[in-house]
């Protein structure tokens, strides 16, 4: 018997199969980021988390079905973020702000979620991840517009404003501005640029105070 001492080894804590399943989403989206959503494997997934691929598809049947909870669960998170942001307006405008910089802070907060939304090897292989997409988007889309009509019905969107387009503008500002800082890594914080563009996208909305044309 050796006169070293004995250390236990730190036992991996035991979690429910809500908490597991809330795991496994969260390290899909961390290893999204890392290397990319094509190359996340269900081997990665259980090496991150100090599990095997057995402990992993306990949880899941599939790989696909991993990425479904992953759609599920962006779908759920963003639209309470964005309702909760929505529900503190003062107006149909401060509410349309409100939730852009929310989303925004949401993209910040997990970086790999426009990625996976966009991505081509995940909607062209499975239906029910592109069609989840797709009301993820109409919904969305169809938030912004209601705002937009809100505003008319208040006098302050301009009264001949295609809501449909500056719905469809809005999420462009989004997508755009994800894609500069995906581009531009640490060159400008997504937070900076959204500050600075969305008042241009408000000032083009916005019903114009009436002005007297001079006699």
């Given at each position: 018997m050796s006169g070293e001492p004995e250390f236990n080894q730190p036992q991996r804590k035991r979690l429910g199969a809500d908490e597991r399943r809330e795991e496994i989403i969260r390290v899909t989206l961390e290893l999204a980021d890392k290397q990319g959503v094509d190359d996340v494997t269900?081997?990665?997934?259980?090496?991150?988390?100090?599990?095997?691929?057995?402990?992993v598809f306990r949880h899941f049947a599939s790989k696909d079905a991993i990425w479904l909870a992953v759609m599920q669960w962006v779908r759920n998170r963003l639209m309470a973020v964005l309702g909760n942001a929505a529900a503190q307006g003062r107006d149909p405008l401060d509410?349309?702000?409100?939730?852009?910089?929310?989303?925004?802070?949401?993209?910040?907060?997990?970086?790999?979620?426009?990625?996976?939304?966009?991505?081509?090897?995940?909607?062209?292989?499975?239906?029910?991840?592109?069609?989840?997409?797709?009301?993820?988007?109409?919904?969305?889309?169809?938030k912004i517009a209601g705002l937009l009509t809100d505003a008319q019905a208040q006098g302050l969107a301009r009264a001949d404003l295609d809501t449909?387009?500056?719905?469809t503008l809005y999420i462009g500002m989004v997508q755009g501005l994800v894609l500069q800082s995906s581009i531009l890594r640490g060159q400008r914080a997504i937070e900076k640029e959204a500050a600075r563009t969305f008042p241009v996208y408000l000032q083009a909305i916005r019903q114009q105070p009436f002005q007297e044309s001079p006699s």
């Open positions: 269900t081997q990665d997934m259980a090496e991150a988390m100090g599990v095997t691929q057995g402990a509410a349309l702000q409100r939730m852009f910089f929310a989303h925004i802070e949401f993209i910040a907060g997990h970086p790999a979620i426009p990625r996976v939304l966009t991505s081509k090897h995940l909607h062209g292989r499975n239906a029910m991840l592109r069609q989840l997409v797709t009301e993820i988007m109409l919904g969305y889309e169809a449909h387009a500056a719905a």
